[in-house]
T-cell receptor, first 113, second 117 residues
Framework: AQKITQTQPGMFVQEKEAVTLDCTYD???????LFWYKQPSSGEMIFLIYQGSYDQQNATEGRYSLNFQKARKSANLVISASQLGDSAMYFCAMREGYNDMRFGAGTRLTVKP | NAGVTQTPKFQVLKTGQSMTLQCAQD?????MSWYRQDPGMGLRLIHYSVGAGITDQGEVPNGYNVSRSTTEDFPLRLLSAAPSQTSVYFCASSYSVLQGVANEKLFFGSGTQLSVL
């Protein structure tokens, strides 16, 4: 079964600094996708970034980048130049072949002014 | 575009009552699913469907029923509500292709906050 681990229940970062949110995963399927979602206090789930298992380069979307280390089975989210609006819950998720998307427990990020 | 629409946004039930959470999407997605979100546990899959007439269980299906009579709608039924079902419920959908869904992101509804007293 898929397993996603986020070991940081909470993180703090100073405004304008970079922060890395950790995610490790476990799968035996060679084809899978890794996703990060943001959940602000308003509750909606916002898609941030995607990385495919066969992608050679790390994914980037604006201030978000995904540090994909396939051999270590890690897919850390890097947020550069943090903003107050980045304060939220962040979920790492994985989807295999024809299967469902499974989520980690989440990391609550707080950006300090 | 409406995307994924969930109703109601809030609901309070008494133990033993039944109710249906509605979910509709207008993106012609074949794949639809229901998750529940509890503190410290992320999102856990309740039920999912890969197309009209096809449903299957996820991680935590007990106490819930689903059906998929149309591509657009995927209601979640609580048969006899229990306090353990107090949670935030999300409906989500995605494309589903022959090559698989590994690269398909989920589109989420806005969630339903359910309290069972």
């Amino acid at each position: 079964a898929q397993k996603i681990t986020q070991t940081q229940p909470g993180m703090f970062v100073q405004e304008k600094e970079a922060v890395t949110l950790d995610c490790t995963y476990d799968t035996s399927d060679p084809s899978y996708g890794l996703f990060w979602y943001k959940q602000p206090s308003s509750g909606e789930m916002i898609f941030l970034i995607y990385q495919g298992s066969y992608d050679q380069q790390n994914a980037t979307e604006g201030r978000y980048s995904l540090n994909f280390q396939k051999a270590r089975k890690s897919a850390n989210l890097v947020i550069s130049a943090s903003q107050l609006g980045d304060s939220a819950m962040y979920f790492c998720a994985m989807r295999e072949g024809y299967n469902d998307m499974r989520f980690g427990a989440g990391t609550r990020l707080t950006v300090k002014p | 575009n409406a995307g994924v629409t969930q109703t109601p946004k809030f609901q309070v039930l008494k133990t033993g009552q039944s109710m249906t959470l509605q979910c509709a999407q207008d993106m012609n997605h074949e794949y639809m699913s229901w998750y529940r979100q509890d503190p410290g546990m992320g999102l856990r899959l309740i039920h999912y469907s890969v197309g009209a007439g096809i449903t299957d269980q996820g991680e935590v299906p007990n106490g819930y029923n689903v059906s998929r009579s149309t591509t657009e709608d995927f209601p979640l039924r609580l048969l006899s509500a229990a306090p353990s079902q107090t949670s935030v419920y999300f409906c989500a959908s995605s494309y589903s292709v022959l090559q698989g869904v590994a690269n398909e992101k989920l589109f989420f509804g806005s969630g339903t906050q359910l309290s069972v007293l």
